[in-house]
């Protein structure tokens, strides 16, 4: 019992020390800002594919003008920073575009 309440403080500390490093735009790596960018036009890309629900009327509507912009935006992106990107990142988002892509 010991240990696992050494073990909850250890995470309460940890989270009392990220919520004390808050980070700002400006402190971000380029490639971090651009990333976060994408999850944006991604959500958007799913929103104007008709694949998901726009949050703020809750109806779901097909514009794929918008969405062809979208994923075009994200591919531009990708394209400046997918030399910064890990393995894993860069799949993802390849990936991403190849689904997209084929919907629009």
């Known amino acids: 019992m010991d240990k696992k309440n ?29 990333t976060w960018f994408i999850g944006i036009l991604n959500g958007k890309a799913w929103e104007y594919l008709g694949l998901m629900m726009n949050p703020e009327t809750k109806e779901v509507n097909q514009d794929l003008g918008k969405a062809r912009i979208s994923i075009d935006s994200i591919e531009f992106l990708f394209e400046k920073i997918k ?19 084929e919907l629009c």
């Open 83 to 101: 030399d910064e990107l890990g393995g894993e990142e860069k799949v993802q988002l390849e990936n991403l575009l190849v689904f997209a892509d």
């Open 6 to 34: 050494q073990e909850n403080n250890e995470k309460q500390e940890n989270v009392n020390n990220n919520e004390n490093q808050k980070l700002y735009p400006h402190q971000l790596p380029l490639s971090t800002l651009f």
